[in-house]
Nanobody
């Protein structure tokens, strides 16, 4: 059974940090591009970061560039999203999935995107 499970969300004050995890079972994550997506209340689901399998290239949305870092730990079959200097507008449910090619911005036709899990909720509030 192929599964991706997100974890690490929670409540954090503005300026704080969280580290999200995306752990796979039933397949090896390093063979696939893995993207992080988020959906804020009243907004479209959007790709905010992606790490490419072929060369490890990392992509970021302008809204998170310089604050978020995507990485892999192959020994744990996990992709991480380190989120620093969080802002209230980062509040959303965060999802990870396979995607080909990597997608940044609103989810649109074209890329081959895997199935969505339950996600992990991030709330940035004082």
């Amino acid at each position: 059974q192929v599964q991706l499970v997100e974890s690490g969300g929670g409540l954090v004050e503005p300026g704080g940090s969280l580290k999200l995890s995306c752990t796979g079972s039933g397949f090896t994550l390093d063979a696939y591009n893995i993207g992080w997506f988020r959906q804020a209340p009243g907004k479209e689901r959007e790709g905010i970061s992606c790490i490419r399998s072929s060369d490890g290239r990392r992509y970021y949305a302008d809204s998170v560039e310089g604050r978020f870092t995507i990485s892999r730990d192959d020994s744990k079959n996990t992709v991480y999203l380190q989120m620093d200097r969080l802002m209230p507008e980062d509040t959303a449910i965060y999802y990870c999935t396979t995607t080909y090619p990597c997608l940044i911005g609103p989810v649109v036709g074209g890329p081959n995107i895997g199935s969505w899990g339950q996600g992990t909720r991030v709330t940035v509030s004082s």
